[in-house]
């Protein structure tokens, strides 16, 4: 099995429009510098039901998984009871997060001007913050020390979990790729072209997009219309997409093919993904 890449977004405050999601365009952009792409997102709100089933499609796959959010120490915060659901484990303390979080305790009290007490209820409680599925490892964060965690499957999967904030969750996303998918980075280099089609319509350039899937396998056709284009108007964008060493022969045929066929097109884009 091939690995791909996936996030998973938890919260009821994304999926009510109370927060919006950040996380999607900058996980995009954080795969694409290292030459790599997000195959899927799901978003799922604060329902442990939904949630382990979401984590179990995640530890059945061989990809490799981020999900952000939901491993709070709050009522609502279920994220590492359903990563050790889904897994079929206990949860325990992990003694490196137990470290890290009573490190951050000492700071807070120390910029508090507090004395520090390690069994105070709410110190004690801090701690939840460091229970995580059995065999899970530690993911380092660089803002306040609270770490989040990560779970491999038997099935090859890796989900990596950090904090709903991007203030955490960005560097420490950056932290797993660069620490455990270096051997991934630039390994397929992908291209995109693509044309301004004006006057088209899809239902006619539909057949010469199969043509061209199946002459030029495993290259994609993609077709993007818009209706109301600030600067170009009606138009279809429409390309090939797919390995860099493969991409050039199906843009050749399908720009010729267009020119065969008369349609009126406009400027052509190139992108690296």
Not at 127 to 141: E, K
Request: aromatic share 6%; net charge negative.
């Amino acid at each position: 099995m091939t690995s791909a890449f996936g996030l998973i977004v938890v919260g009821d405050e994304i999926l009510s429009g109370k927060r919006a999601d950040k996380h999607l365009p900058k996980v995009i952009e954080l795969l694409a510098a290292r030459g790599l792409a997000l195959a899927y997102a799901d978003y799922v709100g604060d329902d442990p039901a939904r949630i382990t089933v979401t984590l179990e499609r995640a530890f059945a796959s061989s990809d490799v998984v981020f999900s952000t959010g939901g491993i709070g120490a709050t009522p609502d915060d279920h994220t590492r009871q359903c990563a050790a659901r889904a897994l079929g484990v206990e949860l325990a303390l992990h003694p490196q997060a137990e470290a890290l979080i009573r490190e951050r305790m000492q700071d807070v009290a120390r910029e508090q001007g507090h004395p520090y007490d390690p069994d105070s209820a709410d110190n004690v409680h801090r701690l939840n913050m460091g229970v995580f599925p059995a065999g899970a490892r530690v993911i380092p964060n660089p803002y306040n020390k609270i770490p989040g965690f990560s779970c491999s499957a038997p099935s090859g999967a890796s989900v990596h979990f950090v904090p709903g904030f991007p203030v955490m969750a960005w560097p420490m996303i950056e932290w797993v790729l660069d620490q455990h998918c270096a051997h991934l980075f630039h390994r397929a280099p992908q291209v995109e072209h693509s044309v301004l089609v004006f006057g088209a319509m899809e239902a006619a350039l539909t057949p010469l997009m199969e043509r061209i899937e199946r002459d030029h396998a495993p290259v994609r056709v993609f077709s993007l219309p818009s209706v109301d284009h600030p600067v170009h108007g009606r138009h279809i964008e429409l390309g090939v997409k797919g390995p860099a060493e493969l991409v050039p022969a199906a843009w050749t045929d399908l720009r010729a093919s267009l020119h065969q066929i008369g349609a009126n097109c406009g400027p052509e884009l190139v992108r690296k993904l």
